[in-house]
């Protein structure tokens, strides 16, 4: 069994939701971006003709793996440092080196659940197409893995029966129901709308969603026929509760929240959290 989220072992089946393969020179790298009850989890496996090893990412760490690809890619050779990224209870060591084929670019993960385990990625005879080849696996798959979140989402909401939700565009509470536990009557379900360009929104998507400690946010921009509207929901476990705020009231609610981010930086910049630091060899 692989490791969920956190990349441990735990029960429950793990569903494949995409597959990749990357072939460059000599290498063979499958990506498989799984889904346990634990969570979420990218699993990378380099296969050579004698060897295999793979890592294992929590989901919340593709985006981090696009960085700092990126940051090598960009970065010229005599410049480009090591790297430390802390995601969860994992450390993966990103370490630039080079052999008799080229360079290449080391990337190990250590934690408290596995043996420490590499996956060296060449960076290609004429530059880094290597490394831009993988990167552009990984961008495909986190770029899947948000369009997953948005259709569960999506799903979620059609399935679900929420008595009290009126047409009013208004802030309020919505607690989460499940079909099996209302018995009110089915209400229309709020709908995703692309906005026309006068409503200025630009190119935000219409869903995203963030990740804090064991819960999830989900943002969505959604119509009735009362109007526009930002629907953000809070999911923890089985439970779900969203509120609906009209777009009306949106710069105010973000001046809110930057109100509450400026009084409490001091205890934010604290927290511990995924971090990306350049370290020596010697100091692991």
Not at 102 to 128: C, H, Q, Y
Not at 129 to 145: D, K, M, Q, T
Not at 158 to 170: A, I, K, M, Q, Y
Not at 244 to 256: A, T
Request: aromatic share 8%.
């Amino acid at each position: 069994m692989e490791g969920g989220g956190g990349g441990g072992g735990g029960g429950g089946a793990d569903v494949e939701l995409v597959c990749k393969t990357l072939q460059f020179e000599h290498k063979l790298f499958y990506f498989d971006l799984k889904e346990n009850p634990r969570g979420r989890y990218l699993k990378i496996s380099e296969k050579t003709s004698a060897t295999r090893s793979t890592i294992i990412l929590p989901v919340a760490g593709i985006v981090w793996f696009l960085d700092l690809f990126s940051y090598y890619i960009s970065t010229d050779e005599r410049d480009a440092f090591s790297k430390e990224l802390k995601l969860d209870t994992k450390v993966f060591y990103f370490d630039i080196g080079e052999n008799k084929r080229g360079r290449f670019l080391k990337v190990s993960e250590a934690s408290v659940n596995r043996n420490r385990s590499t996956i060296i990625v060449p960076a290609g005879s004429s530059g880094e197409e290597g490394w831009e080849a993988f990167r552009n696996v990984l961008l495909e798959i986190e770029e899947a893995s948000r369009l997953y979140i948005v259709q569960n989402h999506q799903h979620m909401e059609h399935t679900e029966r929420l008595p009290g939700l009126s047409d009013d565009v208004g802030a309020g509470f919505i607690s989460g129901h499940s079909a099996q536990s209302s018995s009110g009557p089915e209400l229309p379900v709020d709908r995703l709308v692309e906005l026309p360009p006068q409503d200025e929104i630009g190119g935000a998507g219409m869903s995203k969603v963030i990740r804090a400690d064991q819960k999830r946010f989900f943002f969505d921009l959604g119509s009735n026929n009362r109007g526009h509207f930002l629907r953000i929901s809070e999911v923890a476990g089985a439970d779900r509760s969203s509120i609906i705020l009209p777009l009306s009231g949106l710069k105010q609610f973000h001046e809110m929240i930057g109100h509450f981010v400026e009084i409490t930086k001091d205890r934010l910049e604290g927290m511990t959290g995924p971090n990306v630091r350049t370290v020596e060899p010697s100091q692991r």
